[in-house]
């Protein structure tokens, strides 16, 4: 079992700057990926960003690259989300996700932390 407790969200103003983190414990030296992901009120949940955590590669949707860095602290078994120029569309809520194996569906969640920007 993996545990992921998410912190940092809150309100914030357009083009403001937000960083989320994601503490994981349990068996968290067998996590092959960390993601985020988010959703709207009203929205399907979408995919962020993820690291894969052997490596630090990094991968994010379109409409985040260049605002948005995701980096891991191996030590610390704790992943990021450094959110920059935010704008009202990020609004959402969102969660920190594990996945064991290199591909398929992840399997740990977190519980979410909201995310508000106004315009």
């Known amino acids: 079992q993996v545990q992921l407790v998410e912190s940092g969200g809150g309100l914030v103003q357009a083009g403001g700057s937000l960083r989320l983190s994601c503490a994981a414990s349990?068996?968290?030296?067998?996590?092959?990926?960390m993601g985020w992901f988010r959703q709207a009120p009203g929205k399907e949940r979408e995919f962020v960003a993820a690291?894969?955590?052997?490596?630090?590669?990094?991968y994010y949707t379109d409409s985040v690259k260049g605002r948005f860095t995701i980096s891991r602290d191996n030590a610390k078994s704790t992943v990021y989300l450094q959110m920059n120029s935010l704008k009202p569309e990020d609004t959402a809520v969102y969660y920190c996700?594990?996945?064991?194996?290199?591909?398929?569906?992840?399997?740990?969640w977190g519980q979410g932390t909201q995310v508000t920007v106004s315009s």
């Open positions: 349990g068996r968290r030296f067998s996590t092959n990926r």
């Open positions: 690291i894969r955590w052997s490596d630090g590669n990094e």
């Open positions: 996700a594990a996945r064991m194996k290199a591909y398929g569906n992840y399997d740990y």
